[in-house]
């Protein structure tokens, strides 16, 4: 039951950097979260298979640096996608 816990950091990490991050425009309001929370809980769930107990710190902290080591990056990379796909699109339609 405490991966549930490790999705719900995911999450509510996903958000902050969602709101951090510029160009919110070019991404959904979900995105952020949904890579944060599957990827605390991938990583969370690597860890208890891998034989890691849930009283040591290595699964807390894993729920706490994966998040932002793989959602930062992800929405970066995204936004940058999405703005060059815009402009490509204006310039092939002759708008702007």
Do not use: C, N
């Not at 816990?5 to 510029?22: D, E, Y």
């Not at 080591?69 to 092939?92: G, M």
Request: hydrophobic share 60%.
């Amino acid at each position: 039951m405490q991966i549930l816990i490790a999705f719900i950091v995911g999450a509510v990490i996903g958000i902050g950097i969602h709101f951090q991050l510029h160009q919110r425009l070019t991404r959904g309001v979900a995105l952020a979260p949904m890579i944060g929370a599957v990827s605390a809980g991938a990583a969370w769930a690597l860890l208890t298979w891998l034989g890691v107990g849930v009283d040591t710190p290595w699964p807390w902290l894993a729920a706490l640096i994966v998040p932002i080591v793989v959602t930062y990056p992800a929405i970066i990379i995204t936004s940058r996608v999405r703005v060059a796909h815009d402009a490509r699109e204006k310039v092939r339609l002759g708008i702007g």
